[in-house]
């Protein structure tokens, strides 16, 4: 158990990097050139990996179907999600974009009452007007280190949260092996983010300091912790408990921003984080099971 506990940590830690990360690479880099570097190198770690651990002989078990979800998974739930977030942290703040994006398990809490005819409880409804809230307090008022078209990049989270939040539901529907998938997956979002980015960008070379951004991103954010995370839901007895510890990862987020890129962390802000995050850790620990897979 306590080998679990270290995966989830190891997991909130790395995640918690991956706004300011993003953000400062978008300062260089076209946003869907980044987006298909970098997974194309979850994708070839994954693959690697798959190899060693000779899990890629099961890819002969899946029919061309069952490829066809995974193909759709990957374009819904993670090149929709990470262009449209990807695009919101370019207009907002890194703090902005990271609290909208954790409504994405409100989000599934919806598409769960709507596809898997889960019901709809009293503390389900307390969160999402939680949330609602939260949004409103964070899309008033002035703008800190916003640099674009702050209700674009608002719209945008939102919509990236509701893209993974059906993509988690349509993803434990599907009841898929996750080595196979995740790998299939990035590389759809590579393929896609590449040909719609060679069609709108003016791709450029990349340095060393650019490389290695890209390298954080697809191989420790991408694929690491996502691996370490399946295995600390997967191995623990109570997985309410292993989940719950996911929504530190926005406020690691809020100081690694104001440390590595000098954004100042707002009352604003931190209230709208304690009504997002607030509202759904309440209605998880009141249900006593955990949100999402």
Do not use: H
């Not at 995974?70 to 990807?86: K, Q, R, T, V």
């Not at 307390?126 to 008022?141: D, K, Q």
């Not at 640099?147 to 993803?171: D, E, H, K, P, R």
Request: charged share 15%.
């Amino acid at each position: 158990m306590k080998k679990n506990y270290i995966y989830a940590i190891v997991t909130v830690l790395i995640w918690s990097t991956m706004a300011t990360t993003v953000k400062m690479m978008l300062a260089d880099i076209p946003n869907l050139e980044a987006l298909s570097i970098s997974s194309y190198l979850a994708f070839i770690f994954l693959l690697l990996m798959n190899i060693k651990t000779g899990i890629i002989k099961e890819m002969k078990n899946y029919s061309g179907k069952e490829y066809g979800i995974m193909s759709g998974l990957g374009f819904l739930g993670l090149f929709l999600y990470s262009a449209l977030y990807y695009y919101g942290l370019g207009e907002l703040s890194s703090q902005e974009a990271c609290i909208l994006n954790y409504l994405w398990p409100m989000m599934l809490v919806v598409f769960s009452c709507i596809i898997l005819k889960e019901k709809m409880t009293l503390m389900k409804g307390v969160a999402m007007v939680c949330s609602f809230v939260g949004i409103i307090i964070l899309s008033t008022g002035d703008r800190v280190a916003s640099s674009g078209n702050t209700t674009m990049g608002i719209v945008s989270c939102i919509l990236a949260a509701a893209c993974y939040g059906l993509f988690s539901v349509l993803n434990k529907k599907a009841d898929l092996n996750q080595n196979i998938s995740m790998m299939i997956i990035w590389l759809v979002v590579g393929i896609c983010a590449m040909v719609l980015g060679l069609a709108t960008e003016e791709w450029v070379m990349l340095s060393v300091k650019e490389w290695l951004s890209l390298l954080w991103l697809g191989v420790v954010v991408d694929a690491v912790a996502y691996l370490l995370w399946a295995l600390a839901l997967k191995g623990s007895e109570n997985t309410a408990k292993i989940a719950n510890l996911a929504y530190l990862t926005p406020f690691l987020s809020l100081i690694v921003s104001a440390v590595v890129l000098g954004e100042k962390i707002t009352i604003r802000a931190g209230l709208a984080l304690v009504f997002i995050i607030g509202g759904i850790l309440m209605q998880s620990l009141m249900d006593g099971r955990k949100l999402y897979d």
